[in-house]
Antibody, heavy 120, light 107 residues
Framework: QVQLQESGPGLLRPSQTLSLTCTVSGGSISRGSYFWSWVRQPAGKGLEWIGRVFISGDTNYNPSLKSRLTMSVDTSKNQFSLQLTSVTAADTAVYYC????????????WGQGTLVTVSS | DIQMTQSPSSVSASVGDRVTITCRASQGITTWLSWYQQRPGKAPKLLIYEASNLQSGVPSRFSGSGSGTDFTLTISSLQPEDFATYYCQQADSSPFTFGPGTRVDMK
């Protein structure tokens, strides 16, 4: 079955750029009608929707992050990615990649999450 | 942005209890609402989409209802594995905001 796995650095310094990749296994990222999404969760807090990218490259970003955010899809590697520039301690969180089916209109498949800590 | 609220913020219940969680949107979202369950240390899991549709593989004790601005998630008979935090999320317009969550713990 299809699975998602996040990868990226666990520790960043303030002002650096966060780059995360989500690898899709067990199926093609190009098959079907899906949005590929990112959600984050600071420790002990709720979920924050970051944004999503469609296979065409179309994106929707959270306005609170839009000026620092870039999402893309690499079909040759069956991956999608997130870049967040100028990180601060407020960006410390568990970052999840997830799949949203156009048919279901919900995030029906999630990665296990990866902890990103921003600290000097 | 559409703001989502949930009540209660936490509820204590026993196995076999009926549990109801409410989610309210700051503006009408027709039925573009999802519910998720998150156990400690785990990724969220989709339970309900489009307000009342049960996601494949989710037990039938979970149900959702509502439209417009007011929505409800009901667990008809709480099971031990249901002690978790539940989030609603609106899927009407970007950014697709989540509610703050409702923790269901053991009485």
């Amino acid at each position: 079955q299809v699975q998602l796995q996040e990868s990226g650095p666990g520790l960043l310094r303030p002002s650096q750029t966060l780059s995360l990749t989500c690898t899709v296994s067990g199926g093609s990222i190009s098959r079907g009608s899906y949005f590929w999404s990112w959600v984050r969760q600071p420790a002990g807090k709720g979920l924050e929707w970051i944004g999503r990218v469609f296979i065409s490259g179309d994106t929707n970003y959270n306005p609170s992050l839009k000026s620092r955010l870039t999402m893309s899809v690499d079909t040759s590697k069956n991956q999608f990615s997130l870049q967040l520039t100028s990180v601060t301690a407020a960006d410390t969180a568990v970052y999840y990649c997830a799949r949203e089916s156009v048919a279901v209109a919900g995030l029906d498949l999630w990665g296990q999450g990866t902890l990103v800590t921003v600290s000097s | 942005d559409i703001q989502m609220t949930q009540s209660p913020s936490s509820v204590s219940a026993s196995v076999g209890d009926r549990v109801t969680i409410t989610c309210r949107a700051s503006q009408g979202i027709t039925t573009w609402l999802s519910w998720y369950q998150q156990r400690p240390g785990k990724a969220p899991k989709l339970l309900i989409y489009e307000a009342s549709n049960l996601q494949s593989g989710v037990p039938s004790r979970f149900s959702g209802s509502g439209s417009g601005t007011d929505f409800t998630l009901t667990i008809s008979s709480l099971q031990p594995e249901d002690f978790a935090t539940y989030y609603c999320q609106q899927a009407d317009s970007s950014p697709f905001t989540f509610g703050p969550g409702t923790r269901v713990d053991m009485k």
